[in-house]
């Protein structure tokens, strides 16, 4: 009896530690986790990053500083963890690539127009003098220093060289990251801006205009004359700054960005697009009109022009120029140069919308369009990227497909279109 007792003790102890030991990992796990992808950050700055920056000129003493106390932020979007695979996510962080009727909520778009035109007296010389120094219009400029950072007004609440750190580290884009992170050391070796100032976005970009590190070192200028550049405090800096961006990527001096249209029903809306450009006039006999009865500009119908429908048959449509794509250099999303150069427009001659309306689009979830794509690019249709995201060669060959199947061609994704092509 005494050794049953003692046997079935020993049990009892061995269980009672195994549970103790089961609970003890359960609860250091996820601490343990973050404390190796930690230690994993800080051997790749070291073994990895820093040989790269010091042949790159940057100082032992720069890069110690950029990275005292950082770690990798978890939280950011678009990460993949080591260890594990790339997935496209099913939520979409950036609302230039989420619903088009959103996007452009009145109250979001007056916040821009009516405070680009309370800034445009104040600064009506700088204006005049960087228009005639590059040629893009002083509503184009202040349209896009409102949608950055509302005039400036906005805080960045990140660390540039954390997020930058990270994403260089861990994103689905470390090549790109990485190259930013390293434009982030040189302008803190060459004296543009200390390390405490490199405040940035969750995506990494600087400063009022919001400019990525390459993009700063590359374009942006000192407009005060006061000898340095300075886009976080200088309005004269960050408005140039913004005209030298767009002049490098071909800002076309005395066009517009394009016009809202009507498009007839005979014109496929898979004729979108920037390489399936036709001059303005050849367009226009096809049908297609200005809104309002307006007639195109004489100047404007021999000039190219590209049919834009960034929700499809369910929102307006329009003609756009050159600029309107120099403009989406800034931004790459359709959404952002529309709402840039509609921005402008209601800056400099008031506050009117679209004539046409944007439908119930833009509830699927990006990864159900991700999958869309994948089907469609398994039959041979070019969607561009399989990210989720639906650009003009995903809705121009959704077009495509709905025809080629029988179906009214609209464009754009929808659920019954998801569940179709599964």
């Not at 679209?354 to 041979?380: C, M, P, Y």
Request: aromatic residues 10%.
């Amino acid at each position: 009896m005494t050794a049953f007792l003692g046997a079935e003790r020993n049990l009892r102890n061995v269980v009672s530690a195994f549970l103790l030991a089961a609970l003890t990992s359960l609860l250091l796990s996820a601490p343990a986790s973050a404390a190796t992808i930690n230690d994993q950050f800080r051997a790749w700055l070291q073994d990895d990053l820093w040989p790269q920056a010091k042949a790159k000129g940057i100082s032992r003493h720069t890069f110690d500083a950029a990275f005292d106390g950082i770690n990798p932020n978890l939280k950011l979007p678009d990460l993949v963890k080591p260890g594990e695979k790339a997935t496209t996510p099913q939520k979409q962080h950036q609302a230039e690539f989420g619903s088009p009727g959103a996007y452009f909520a009145e109250k979001t778009v007056l916040a821009v127009t009516a405070g680009g035109r309370a800034r445009e007296a104040t600064n009506a010389r700088t204006l005049a003098a960087i228009e005639k120094r590059y040629g893009v219009p002083g509503e184009v400029l202040l349209a896009i220093w409102g949608r950055e950072t509302g005039f400036g007004a906005a805080k960045m609440p990140y660390d540039a060289f954390e997020v930058l750190g990270t994403k260089a580290f861990m994103s689905t884009k470390k090549d790109f990251f990485r190259t930013e992170l390293l434009a982030a050391l040189e302008i803190v070796e060459r004296g543009l801006a200390p390390v405490g100032a490199m405040k940035s976005s969750w995506a990494g970009a600087l400063g009022q205009p919001q400019f990525m590190p390459t993009s700063f070192l590359k374009h942006a200028v000192d407009f005060d004359g006061d000898g340095r550049v300075d886009i976080w405090n200088s309005t004269p800096d960050v408005l140039a700054s913004i005209a030298n961006y767009l002049v490098h990527y071909g800002w076309v001096k005395g066009r517009g960005w394009g016009f809202e249209v009507t498009v007839p029903d005979q014109v496929s809306c898979a004729l979108e697009g920037p390489d399936q450009g036709k001059k303005i006039s050849d367009w226009a006999a096809m049908g297609i009109k200005r809104v309002g009865g307006k007639p195109f500009p004489t100047s404007e119908l021999k000039a190219e022009g590209f049919l834009l429908m960034p929700a499809g048959r369910s929102g307006p449509a329009f003609i756009a120029t050159p600029n309107f794509y120099v403009l989406k250099e800034y931004n790459t999303s359709d959404l952002y140069a529309l709402f840039i150069g509609h921005g402008a427009d209601r800056i400099a001659h008031g506050d009117s919308n679209f004539s046409g309306n944007w439908g119930a689009v833009g509830g699927l979830h990006r990864s159900d369009i991700a999958a869309l794509q994948r089907t469609l690019q398994a039959k041979g249709y070019d969607v561009g990227s399989v990210d989720g995201l639906p650009g003009f060669k995903t809705r121009r060959s959704i077009g495509r497909w709905q025809v080629k199947n029988g179906r009214a061609a609209t464009c754009f994704p929808d659920a019954e279109l998801v569940t179709a092509l599964k």
